[in-house]
C-alpha cells in the first residue's frame, strides 16, 4: 500500500508538471522566435520558391500583382475623380501595398497553425514561429512591391519630406506589430473554428473599400455617416500613419490615439489568449 500511495503521488507530480510545461506565453515565445528565425524565415522563403519554381519568370511575377494594380487601376482612378494622376498613383502604391501586406498576414494566419500540423503533433509548439512566419512571408511580398513605389515616389510632384520618410518608417514598425499580434489571435482562432478563414476573407474583401487606397480621406470627412464607419476601421489608421508623413500630409490625432489604443488592446489579448489556449492547438488540431 505504501509503495502504491507513493507512486500515485509521484504520478500525480508528474501530471502536475505537464500542465505546468505546457503552459505556454507569447512574450518568451515570441523573443525565443526571434532569437531563432531560421525555423519560420526558411520556412517564409521557402513557401515563396515553391509557388515560382514552376514558372520560367520565378519570382520576377511578384512584381506583377503591384504593377497591373497601381499603374493600371490609378490611372483609371485619377481620371474618373478628376485627381493628379503623379498624386493618386503615390496614394494607391502606398496604400496598396502596405493593406496587401496586413490583409495577407491576418488571412494566413487563420490557417496557418492546421497548415503546419506535421510540425505541431511532431511537438513544435511554438506557435509565434508559425505567424511570425506569415509576417515574412507577407513582408517579402511587400519588398517585393518597393520598386513599384519608388517610381510612384519619383513621379510624384510633391517630393519627399526626410523627416516624414523617419516618422512614416516608425508607423510602418506598428503596422507590423499589430499584424502579428492580429496574427496570433487569428491563428488560435483559426485553429478552434477552421470556417473562421473564409469569414476573415470575405471582410477583408469588404474593408478594402472602407480604407482610404482608392480614395482620399478628405473625400469622406469624420463628421459625415461614411467618414465615421471608415474610421471605425482599423485599417485606415494604421495605413495613415504611415503614408501621410512620407507624402508631408498632416496625422490627425485620432489616428495616434486609435493605434496607440489598438497596439495596447490586443497585445493584452493575444497574451491573454495565448497563455490560455495555445496548450490546447494540437486538441484542436
Not at 83 to 103: C, D, E, K, P, Q
Request: with cysteine; hydrophobic share 55%; charged share 10%.
Amino acid at each position: 500500500m505504501t509503495a502504491l500511495h507513493s507512486s500515485s503521488k509521484v504520478a500525480q507530480k508528474d501530471h502536475g508538471l505537464w500542465q505546468t510545461s505546457h503552459v505556454r506565453r507569447l512574450v518568451p515565445d515570441l523573443i525565443e522566435s526571434l532569437r531563432n528565425p531560421e525555423f519560420w524565415a526558411l520556412s517564409a522563403w521557402l513557401d515563396i520558391m515553391v509557388m515560382c519554381r514552376r514558372s520560367r519568370l520565378g519570382i520576377v511575377w511578384l512584381f506583377m500583382p503591384s504593377v497591373v494594380y497601381v499603374w493600371c487601376v490609378g490611372p483609371l482612378f485619377a481620371s474618373l475623380f478628376g485627381a493628379s494622376i503623379t498624386r493618386f498613383v503615390v496614394h494607391l502604391a502606398l496604400g496598396w501595398t502596405i493593406y496587401n501586406l496586413m490583409s495577407m498576414t491576418i488571412a494566413q494566419s487563420t490557417r496557418v497553425l492546421f497548415t503546419s500540423r506535421s510540425f505541431i503533433m511532431d511537438g513544435r509548439m511554438r506557435m509565434t514561429d508559425y505567424v511570425l512566419g506569415c509576417v515574412a512571408k507577407s513582408t517579402f511580398h511587400f519588398l517585393m512591391a518597393i520598386p513599384v513605389i519608388v517610381i510612384a515616389l519619383a513621379l510624384y510632384s510633391g517630393g519627399l519630406h526626410p523627416l516624414g520618410v523617419l516618422l512614416g518608417l516608425g508607423g510602418f514598425v506598428l503596422v507590423l506589430v499589430n499584424s502579428f499580434l492580429v496574427g496570433i489571435v487569428f491563428s488560435l482562432i483559426g485553429a478552434r473554428f477552421p470556417d473562421i478563414h473564409e469569414l476573415v476573407g470575405n471582410l477583408l474583401r469588404v474593408l478594402v473599400f472602407l480604407t482610404p487606397i482608392l480614395w482620399y480621406p478628405e473625400q469622406m470627412p469624420s463628421g459625415s455617416v461614411r467618414g465615421s464607419l471608415a474610421r471605425l476601421n482599423p485599417f485606415f489608421h494604421l495605413l495613415e500613419i504611415v503614408r501621410a508623413p512620407i507624402l508631408g500630409e498632416p496625422i490627425h490625432l485620432l489616428s495616434w490615439y486609435y493605434v496607440g489604443a489598438l497596439t495596447v488592446v490586443t497585445a493584452v489579448v493575444a497574451v491573454f489568449l495565448y497563455r490560455r489556449y495555445a496548450r490546447l492547438v494540437p486538441i484542436w488540431l
